[in-house]
């Protein structure tokens, strides 16, 4: 039982570059969620999908967009990656209010 | 909207040294609080939870207890350890129209030193 799975664990993009964050869980979990984390924000809200077929915005959803490929796997893309995107970046499931976490994606845009 | 506001950090304590780590809440309904605990290089654990009033919520020795009238879910541990040191975040989750929703504090990190 791996919990939640994210890859890659680093990647360093240049601007204007592309890039999906992969994302699974194996807890059949219905919610899955996009985190961003920056110094002294805490985390922020991306995007999240309720259950298989549907996602929703976020707190900050501008310059990303998911995919709920199925249950288990949730993807985030950045088109064309900014300088601001550079963040760590946590994927998370959950069945009502408790939510896991992957070990998150730190990604460095140049 | 509903938030969480936690202190500031860091906080720095010897072994054994009382914590307490203040966290308020605003919200519109009647939310569950969280606290989760990040460890270094980690994604975020939940470390423990209450979901009504006065509840009590504990685990490896943490406690906080939800309090609807000053609004407020406080984390506390008698004697704190070396390996304590991490990030803790406050978070309620309340439902909604798309299902629940996860608002986290800032974060307050700590050190505890041998």
């Known amino acids: 039982n791996a919990g939640v799975t994210q890859t890659p664990k680093f990647q360093v993009l240049k601007t204007g570059q592309s890039m999906t964050l992969q994302c699974a869980q194996d807890m059949n979990h219905n919610s899955m969620y996009w985190y961003r984390q920056d110094p002294g924000m805490g985390l922020r809200l991306i995007y999240y999908?309720?259950?298989?077929?549907?996602?929703d915005k976020g707190e900050v959803p501008n310059g990303y967009n998911v995919s709920r490929l199925n249950k288990r796997e949730f993807s985030l893309r950045l088109e064309s990656a900014a300088p601001s995107q550079t963040s760590v970046y946590f994927c998370a499931s959950g069945t009502g209010e408790t939510q896991y976490f992957g070990p998150g994606t730190r990604l460095l845009v140049l | 909207g509903d938030s969480v506001t936690q202190m500031e950090g860091p906080v720095t304590l010897s072994e054994e040294a009382f914590l307490t780590i203040n966290c308020t809440y605003t919200a519109t309904g009647y939310p569950s609080l969280f606290w989760y605990v990040q460890y270094p290089g980690e994604g975020l654990q939940l470390l423990l939870k209450a979901t009504k009033a006065d509840d009590k919520g504990s685990n490896k020795g943490f406690e906080a207890t939800y309090r609807k009238e000053t609004t407020s879910f406080h984390l506390e541990k008698g004697s704190v350890q070396v390996s304590d040191s991490a990030v803790y975040f406050c978070a309620l989750s309340d439902l909604n129209t798309g299902g629940f929703k996860t608002i986290f504090g800032a974060g307050t990190r700590l050190f505890v030193k041998a």
């Open positions: 999908s309720a259950s298989e077929g549907t996602t």
